[in-house]
């Protein structure tokens, strides 16, 4: 597809639970990011890929956080033993390259853990 | 520790008229702005930008003005129309790490 593809839309899991969420980036774009939009919040920054550098992961809030990106392309974010406070939308985006700053966003997976 | 922060969540506007939407941030390395506008239950897109070396780029009904010694940067919509009603948030980034979000301001504009 054209733009950044994100899935599950929608996620509703029980406390404890392991989820995963899927990012399909941009074709060709280098850097992808994750961010979470928690209710009322704004865009809490979580785990940044550039190339095949190390990963930035400053901002993933506790080790059940982790994500991978496998071939320079599809990420995937793992939430181990899902809490409630995991409830968010979580955003992935992509860019060209590191210096634009602009970034191109998916829809979000909106994930509700009961 | 927020370093980007939007103090108004929600600003009003008649349709016409100039919105104005602010932004402060406390890092002095950032050197990069961004503006974003997210819809309901769609992702955020890119709006507009502007480096440190600049103080002001338009593009269109949209100008972005960056004052460094302040460490504030503003959005400015003329004229606003319904249209544009939506969150927009500002972000910022330092030599092209990852963008800082502030917390977003709600636009309404109003008939």
């Known amino acids: 597809g054209a733009g950044v593809s994100q899935s599950p839309s929608n996620k509703v899991t029980e406390k404890g639970k392991d989820v995963e969420l899927r990012c399909d980036p941009i074709s060709g774009h280098t850097a992808l990011y994750w961010y979470r939009q928690s209710l009322g919040q704004g865009l809490e920054f979580l785990i940044y890929f550039q190339g095949n550098s190390a990963p930035d992961k400053s901002g993933l809030p506790s080790d059940r956080f982790s994500a991978e990106r496998t071939g320079g392309s599809v990420s995937t974010l793992t939430i181990q033993r899902t809490q409630q406070e995991d409830s968010a939308v979580y955003l992935c985006a992509s860019s060209l390259h590191r210096n634009t700053g602009e970034l191109f966003f998916g829809e979000g997976s909106r994930l509700t853990v009961l | 520790d927020q370093q980007v922060k939007q103090n108004s969540p929600s600003l009003s506007v008649q349709e016409g008229r100039i919105s104005i939407l602010n932004c402060d941030y406390t890092?002095?390395?950032?050197?990069?702005f961004l503006w974003y506008k997210k819809y309901p239950a769609e992702g955020p897109t890119f709006l507009i930008s502007?480096?440190?070396?600049?103080d002001k780029n338009e593009d269109g009904r949209f100008t972005v003005f960056l004052n460094k010694s302040a460490k504030h940067l503003s959005l400015h919509i003329v004229p606003s129309q319904p249209g544009d009603s939506a969150v927009y948030f500002c972000?910022?980034?330092?030599?092209?790490?990852?963008?800082?979000f502030g917390t977003g301001t709600q636009l309404k504009v109003e008939l």
């Open positions: 890092n002095s390395m950032f050197d990069y």
């Open positions: 502007i480096s440190s070396i600049k």
């Open positions: 972000a910022a980034s330092s030599r092209g790490n990852k963008l800082t």
